[in-house]
């Protein structure tokens, strides 16, 4: 294999963009003993690679499988988170409910005095209505 393609793999192969395909390759060149004299810091890394597929770890692995004998206090623990969980969320939308109620009186409020100020624009249209009726009455019955 040409030194430019292989310049080209290690390239791809540090930005982890090599296929199977082209790390095998890879691995062939710098298995040999033709490897270019300035890419000798790759074959080391080839070799190591190489090397250790062959590895395996013979120690015994100890698991703690201990079982727990205060299972009661886990119980109490999950029992507590839920019943706060449960009870906080009843007091957040008791709050919610009560902010919406308070803002919903406030609406209807202001609601309540703009018909107040209507009205009373009509009370008074209807005042002045009235002491024109009566100069109205006056002068007919005056007349008849």
Do not use: C
């Amino acid at each position: 294999m040409e030194l430019a393609n292989i310049e080209r793999l290690l390239v791809k192969y540090e930005n982890a963009e090599t296929t199977l395909k082209e790390e095998d390759a890879l691995r062939t060149y710098f298995a040999s003993n033709k490897v270019a004299p300035h890419l000798k810091e790759y074959q080391l890394l080839f070799n190591y690679f190489k090397s250790n597929t062959d590895e395996t770890y013979t120690k015994k692995i100890i698991l703690n499988t201990k079982i727990i004998t205060n299972n009661w206090r886990m119980v109490a623990a999950s029992v507590i988170l839920l019943l706060s969980t449960y009870l906080g969320l009843h007091i957040i939308n008791d709050y919610n409910e009560k902010k919406q109620a308070a803002e919903n009186l406030a609406q209807i409020t202001n609601v309540l005095k703009l018909v107040s100020i209507n009205l009373n624009k009509g009370n008074q249209a209807l005042k002045k209505l009235h002491v024109y009726e009566d100069s109205v009455n006056k002068i007919f019955k005056n007349n008849k």
